[in-house]
């Protein structure tokens, strides 16, 4: 027995050098220094779900490497955080490595942000898609609405059934107004048409997400839209051979026969700003919120499967958003229990398209805000 | 022929140098994994050690890791002791943190001691009552109680589900599924930068340690473990050890929660537990139900989670890669309780000299 013990030891102890000797001559990955004497700057991205995810969290990511690229700056990340005092353990953790910059991409990560930022008064905080502020912590977002508005042309003017599903997360402003810009779209070309919502109450879990897209098929939609982190509408809608808009990427590998067009994040432009400010000194917490003009927020190319004509209509609306012609939230707009929510003439203001009382869906919308 | 046998009794030097090879062998491969992405392993595990360890800060952490792992695996333990599988430690944490949560949200404004004292009580009481139900059904019916205490995990689960999307959410969240937080009132203090739950793990752990080897009700409670016919030949009530054993061993699973609740997320969420429950089925097994064992593995295991989250941000690991390490730790460590108690042999022959020429 003692022999056969040192022999194990004997080959466990050779496979360790075996190891360690062939790693020895690559070292850990050095950080790359800043490429002037401005203050060094760390950055910590936390993300609810893992980076290759193919969406919501990937498109943050994609920024964090952007920034990589564009500033030197050394960046860390830490994927799956739950929207628990885990997020706070996370930013503590990573704070403790010696980030000093915080980006937390999530809605619910907000009150431990919050906390976080209350306790390191010389970190900065970026908090996406949340409301709350305080001198060290901004919040950043964009107007999806506006390409969420164009995906609904695309839609409105593809729809056979005239039933279009769209599978979406939470009932807060942020998911209402991309469902009520994107069923306004589809109505602007296609007054017959309405969209049906099935909420999942969740960003991340893909099999819930699907199990709702397959209810939405079987309803007879025969497109399917989304407000969910990763594209599992879209692997639904390939499966059954319908058609399909994503979000946060271009999802046209995921989905090639189906999908015809994705409103899209870029984060990386905004990232390398508000890094670069802070490393010049002069980064001041903010609300930030752009559209299409800023570039945050876009339309993907339409693929193939797209309608004819869909590629000018698009074009033509664009053009009418950035010129300020089209705002989108411009009234006489109805609720779908036909209360007249926007009267004829008033646009909404930011104020109320973030507030509390943006709860209601818009006429042709088939669903209800549970509250 | 593969055949096992059973081992006679393995000395305890032996036994201690299969569980450290076990280990070993758990290094070296994840070392394998660690090389095929492109990392040296040597530098990802001095990082694990540090990430843990390296400042007072990630002591801290880890000192609070294993405070919830330490009480859940001390309520486990008194369970298992009696040879009661209570997997449903999970459940009795969530039950624990809504009773403790029912107390902070109703009476948001009663003094702290007060306030903090209810919700302890409730909290204990909330686990106890849960862990309640499967013990009174095995005392009545003999049910089976692995199945039921993991089945009402789940029931637990969704009932603070129902309440942080349904009559308990947030009017002020924008629509967005949370419970509100809690008054500052009902918030556990902190001792020495960490909140005091660390103390109460350290009195538990010479409470249980006490309970176990000086109290009758311990005592009964391992004797009832080691054969009930013995138990009712001693004249033990087992109907009621059955309860009083599992009623403590959901209250300390509930005071989990509670302290989670109210020091950690300052709110219930379905995230309050974050599997705790399950991880500590873990920690008390490898500490053979042991109260200062539990201390110890708790501390290595936390240290092991915090490690592991260090080298993934650290090193860009994946997390599901980090997470692999202790998987594997785990795997190796159960295997290798396989091979203290069984051996393999190759052939009869083999067989039949084992039996003559072991020990």
Known sequence: MKKRLGLILGILMVMVFAVVGCGADKSTPTPKKPVDDKPQVKAGFVYIGPVGDGGWTEAHDNGRKYLEDKLGIETVYNENVPESSDCEKVINDMIDQGCNVIFATSFGFMDYVEKAANNHPDVKFLHCSGYKMSDNMGVYFGRMYEPRYLSGIVAGMKTKTNKIGYVAAFEIPEVLRGINAFTMGVRSVNPEATVSVKWTHTWIDAVRAKEAAKALLDENCDILAQHQDAPGPQVAAEEKG?????????????????????????????????VQAIMDGTWESESYWGGIKEGIVDLSVLTENAPEGA????????????????????????????????????TLTDEQLTSLDFNWLVEGVIGKVES | ??????????????????????????????????????????????????????????????????????????GIAIAFKMQFWNIGGEGQIFMGAFAASYIALNYPELPKPLLLTLMIIAGMIGG????????????????????????????????????????????MALGFPKIANFSANAILPKVFGIHIGWIFALLLVVLVSVFFNHSKKGYEITVLGESENTALYAGIDIKKTILVAMFISGALCGLTGMIQASALNNT????????????????????????????????????????????????????????????????????????????????????????????
């Open chain 1, 311 to 346: 590629k000018e209509a698009v074009e033509n609306a664009k053009a009418k958003i950035l010129s300020g012609e089209n705002k989108i939230w411009t009234g006489p707009i109805k609720d779908n229990t036909g209360e007249l929510k926007v009267e004829d003439g008033v």
């Open chain 1, 242 to 274: 319908v058609w399909s808009v994503g979000y946060n990427m271009d999802m046209t590998a995921i989905a090639p026969k189906a999908h015809m067009t994705s409103p899209v994040w870029n984060w990386g432009p905004y990232y390398v700003e508000q």
């Open chain 2, 268 to 359: 219930l969420s379905i995230d309050v537990s974050g599997g705790l429950g399950f991880t500590a089925i873990i920690t008390t097994w490898l500490a053979f139900l042991k109260p200062f064992f539990i201390l110890i593995v708790s501390i290595l295991f936390a240290a092991l989670l915090q490690g592991g989250s260090f080298i993934q941000t650290a090193f860009g690991i994946p997390q599901a890669a980090a997470e692999l390490l202790q998987g594997m730790i785990l795997f190796f460590v159960l295997a290798s309780e396989f091979f203290i108690r069984y051996k393999l042999v190759m052939n009869r022959h083999q067989v039949a000299n084992e039996k003559k020429g072991d020990n």
């Open chain 2, 128 to 171: 106890g009552l849960w862990a309640l139900i499967p013990a009174f059904f095995k005392a009545q019916w003999k049910t089976n109680e692995t199945i039921m205490t993991l089945m009402m995990n789940y029931i637990a689960l969704k009932w603070v589900m129902y309440l942080q999307y349904g009559p308990w959410k947030d009017p």
């Open chain 2, 1 to 74: 022929m593969i055949r096992m046998i059973k081992r006679g009794k393995m000395s305890k030097r032996k036994s201690v140098v299969i569980r450290l090879l076990a280990v070993i062998f758990a290094l070296v491969i994840f070392a394998i994994l660690i090389r095929v992405m492109d990392l040296n392993p040597l530098d990802v595990y001095v990082a694990l050690v540090k990430g843990a360890f390296g400042s007072v800060y990630r002591i801290r952490e880890v000192i609070i890791k294993s405070t919830a792992l330490v009480i859940t695996s001390l």
